[in-house]
C-alpha cells in the first residue's frame, strides 16, 4: 500500500497516520528532517508524537522570537483573523500601513514593500537596486556584489547573489553582472566596488555561512565605498534582525546605515511574512506596477508582524535579550574550555552563536545535535563545522542552564559512541 492509499483507507476509519516515513514516500526530497515529527509546541518546549518534550534552541531556525505559540502573537492572529485576512494590493488595508509605520518609525527607512520571505525581500532589493541604478546612471550600473558565505535565499537571482556555489550547481544559466568577495575583506572589497556596482550586499552577521559576524570596520568601509561609486548598500537582516543581536536591527548596534534593510522569519514569528525597508528617494524607482505580489501585506500576516515588532522593540526586551545571551555565552564558553578537544570557540553576536569545532573534529556538528536531539535538545548547524542557537529571545535564566546542562551530556554521548 503507498501512502496515499493508506491517508485514504485512514481517512475512513480513524484520524490521519503519518510518520517521518511518509516524508519520504511523498515529499519532493529537498529537506532531510530529522526522524522526530513535531506536534506542539508552547515557548521553548516543544513535543513529538511519542510525547517526549524537547528544548528548542532553535526557535524554527531564527523565526520563533518570542516562541512558539506566543499568546501576544495568538491574540493578534485570532483577532485579525476573524476580521479581514486578505483584500488584495488593489485596496490597502489597516495592519499593513499600522505595521510600515512601526518599521519606519523604527528605522532609517521612509517606505516598506511587503512579501511573503526572506528571498522575496532580497529579490524585491536587488531588482530594486538595479532598478534606481539603471535610471539615475544607465543600463552599465548592474553589477552586484555579494560575500562567499553568504545566504540571500533560493530563488533563481537571490540564489546566484548568494556565496555558496553548491546552491547553485545545475540551475545553469544564471542572472548575470554578480561577484562575490571574500568577507570582512576590506582589500578585496576595495578592488571589486567600482562604478558599474549597482549594489552590494551583506549580512551584518552571515547566519548560513558559519555564524559569522562582520567586523566595525568592514561594514563602514562598505559604507564609504558605496558612498563612493553610487553603488546601493544592502544589508541582509532576514536572520540577524528581529532583536536577535540585543538591537532590532544589528546595523543599528554597527553604527552603519543601508540604504536598503530586508527583514523576514521572525517578523511573523512563524506567520510568513518579509518586508524590504529604504528610503523615500530609492522607492521612487518602484513605481506603479514595477513590482509586487499577491499576498505581500495582507492584513492577517500585518497584524501578526506587529504585534512582533511592538513586542520585541521595547529597551526592556532588547537589554533581556543582551543579559540572557551573556548568560549563554558564559555557559557554552565553559563547555568549550571543558571540551578543549572538540570545540575551538564560540562566535556570533546576541542569541544568534555558533559553537565553532576544532580541525580534529571537523565536519562532527551535524553528530553531536543528533545526540543532542536524543536527549532533548534541539540545536542547528552553520555547515559541517558549526553547531548554531538560536533559541527563542524569551529563553529563561533556567532555560538557558539547561540547555548547557544538556549540551554536556550530548558532548559526553557522542564521545563514547566514538
Ligand atoms: C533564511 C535567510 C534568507 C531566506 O529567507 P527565506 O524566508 O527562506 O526565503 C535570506 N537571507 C538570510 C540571511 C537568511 O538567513
Given at each position: 500500500m503507498n501512502a496515499i492509499e493508506r491517508l485514504q483507507q485512514d481517512s475512513s476509519t480513524a484520524a490521519p497516520q503519518v510518520t517521518r516515513k511518509t516524508f519520504d514516500e511523498?515529499?519532493?526530497?529537498?529537506y532531510a528532517p530529522s526522524e522526530m515529527v513535531p506536534v506542539r509546541a508552547s515557548g521553548l518546549d516543544l513535543w513529538d508524537q511519542q510525547g517526549k518534550q524537547y528544548l528548542d534552541l532553535t526557535g524554527g531556525i531564527a523565526v520563533t522570537g518570542l516562541g512558539h505559540c506566543s499568546p501576544i502573537v495568538l491574540e493578534a492572529l485570532q483577532k485579525q483573523a476573524a476580521t479581514l485576512w486578505h483584500v488584495g494590493n488593489t485596496y490597502t488595508n489597516e495592519p499593513v500601513l499600522k505595521l510600515a509605520l512601526a518599521l519606519t518609525g523604527a528605522t532609517f527607512a521612509d517606505r516598506a514593500f511587503f512579501c511573503n520571505s526572506g528571498a522575496e525581500a532580497n529579490e524585491a532589493a536587488f531588482k530594486l537596486a538595479r532598478k534606481h541604478a539603471h535610471g539615475k546612471?544607465?543600463?552599465?550600473?548592474s553589477r552586484i556584489v555579494s560575500c562567499f558565505n553568504s545566504f540571500h535565499g533560493r530563488t533563481l537571482f537571490t540564489v546566484s547573489v548568494g556565496g555558496q556555489s553548491k546552491y547553485t550547481e545545475g540551475f545553469e544559466p544564471l542572472p548575470p553582472e554578480i561577484d562575490h568577495i571574500a568577507f570582512n575583506d576590506i582589500a578585496a572589497a576595495r578592488a571589486a566596488i567600482t562604478d558599474d556596482v549597482c549594489a552590494v550586499v551583506v549580512e551584518p552577521v552571515q547566519g548560513e555561512g558559519g555564524v559569522m559576524p562582520a567586523t566595525p570596520e568592514y561594514l563602514q568601509a562598505l559604507r564609504e565605498l558605496c558612498d563612493q561609486t553610487g553603488a546601493l548598500l544592502i544589508f541582509?537582516?532576514?536572520?540577524?534582525?528581529?532583536?536577535?543581536?540585543?538591537?532590532?536591527?544589528?546595523y543599528m548596534g554597527y553604527g552603519v546605515t543601508p540604504d536598503i534593510l530586508t527583514v523576514a522569519k521572525a517578523l511573523g514569528n512563524g506567520y510568513p511574512i518579509g518586508a524590504m525597508l529604504t528610503t523615500d528617494e530609492i522607492a521612487?524607482?518602484?513605481?506603479?506596477?514595477?513590482h509586487g505580489t499577491t499576498?505581500?501585506?495582507?492584513p492577517l500576516a500585518c497584524a501578526v508582524a506587529l504585534s512582533v515588532v511592538q513586542t520585541i522593540n521595547t529597551p526592556a526586551f532588547l537589554a533581556r535579550v543582551s543579559a540572557a545571551a551573556a548568560r549563554l555565552v558564559a555557559g557554552l564558553n565553559a563547555v568549550v574550555a571543558d571540551y578543549p578537544a572538540i570545540f575551538s570557540h564560540v562566535r556570533g553576536s546576541g542569541l544568534m552563536l555558533g559553537i565553532v569545532l576544532t580541525d580534529a573534529f571537523k565536519g562532527k556538528a551535524k553528530d553531536i545535535t543528533k545526540h543532542a536531539e536524543a536527549l532533548g535538545l534541539m540545536l542547528l548547524i552553520a555547515g559541517p563545522d558549526v553547531i548554531r542557537l538560536l533559541p527563542a529571545l524569551v529563553i529563561s535564566d533556567e532555560q538557558i542552564d539547561e540547555g548547557v546542562r544538556r549540551l554536556r551530556l550530548a558532548v559526553d554521548a557522542f564521545q563514547a559512541a566514538r
Open positions: 511523498v515529499m519532493v526530497p529537498t546612471h544607465g543600463p552599465h550600473k541582509d537582516e532576514v536572520q540577524c534582525g528581529m532583536g536577535r543581536t540585543g538591537k532590532l536591527f544589528a521612487k524607482a518602484f513605481s506603479v506596477g514595477a499576498y505581500g501585506g495582507n
